[in-house]
Antibody, heavy 121, light 109 residues
Framework: EVQLVESGGGLVQPGGSLRLSCVAS????????MNWVRQAPGKGLEWVSY????????SYADSVRGRFTISRDNAKNSLYLQMNSLRAEDTAVYYC??????????????WGQGSLVTVSS | EIVLTQSPGTLSLSPGERATLSCRTS???????LAWYQQKPGQAPRLLIY???SRATGVPDRFSGSGSGTDFTLTISRLEPEDFAVYYC??????????FGQGTKVEIK
């Protein structure tokens, strides 16, 4: 069974930094595009960032562009989200999700369990 | 940017009843780009429908998706106790790459 396991969440002060990790298993990680999606407490889902299988194509939501950096290490089957200049409104559960796109199929087929990030003084 | 608007915000129904959830997009989108997810408290979202009408692996056939253009529907033919959850539609786009609706909560009446 495909597994995505996030880690790195926690409590951080406004203006601080945090790095999330997502380790993948049971599939060829480098062959799949990956995303980060977040969910503020009691709120809906918000897409955060995308990275292609090679890491050569990246995109961000306007709300995090310039502050967050997505990356991956295919040798370690790992996805990362470096979050800088954190704000209270970045408080959320952050999910990594595997993307399927192309051939008339566009969706996220596997999700991690989520990692809670709390930005507060 | 394409906006997804889901309605109603909350649907109060009894087990065995039919649920009809709506997702409207601000511009016409390809059916291929529209998916639906189910999320239960404390859990990650689960893919239900992709390509507007194709059920994901393992999804019961009481779940069905339909629609085209700007109007899409998720129907649960007979609600089971495990179906009470929040449902999100999702659209693949250009910028931003992915957009979600705000969700519809299906609660027990």
């Amino acid at each position: 069974e495909v597994q995505l396991v996030e880690s790195g969440g926690g409590l951080v002060q406004p203006g601080g930094s945090l790095r999330l990790s997502c380790v993948a298993s049971v599939f060829t990680f480098s062959s799949f595009e990956m995303n980060w999606v977040r969910q503020a407490p009691g709120k809906g889902l918000e897409w955060v960032s995308y990275i292609s299988g090679s890491g050569g194509t990246i995109s961000y939501a306007d709300s995090v562009r310039g502050r967050f950096t997505i990356s991956r290490d295919n040798a370690k089957n790992s996805l990362y989200l470096q979050m800088n200049s954190l704000r209270a409104e970045d408080t959320a559960v952050y999910y990594c999700a595997r993307e399927r796109s192309g051939s008339s199929r566009y969706f996220f087929d596997y999700w991690g369990q989520g990692s809670l990030v709390t930005v507060s003084s | 940017e394409i906006v997804l608007t889901q309605s109603p915000g909350t649907l109060s129904l009894s087990p065995g009843e039919r649920a009809t959830l709506s997702c409207r997009t601000s511009q016409s989108v390809s059916n291929s780009y529209l998916a639906w997810y189910q999320q239960k408290p404390g859990q990650a979202p689960r893919l239900l429908i992709y390509g507007a009408s194709s059920r994901a692996t393992g999804v019961p056939d009481r779940f069905s998706g339909s629609g085209s253009g700007t109007d899409f529907t998720l129907t649960i033919s007979r609600l089971e106790p495990e179906d009470f959850a929040v449902y999100y539609c999702q659209q693949y786009g250009n910028s931003p790459r992915w957009t979600f609706g705000q969700g519809t909560k299906v609660e027990i009446k």
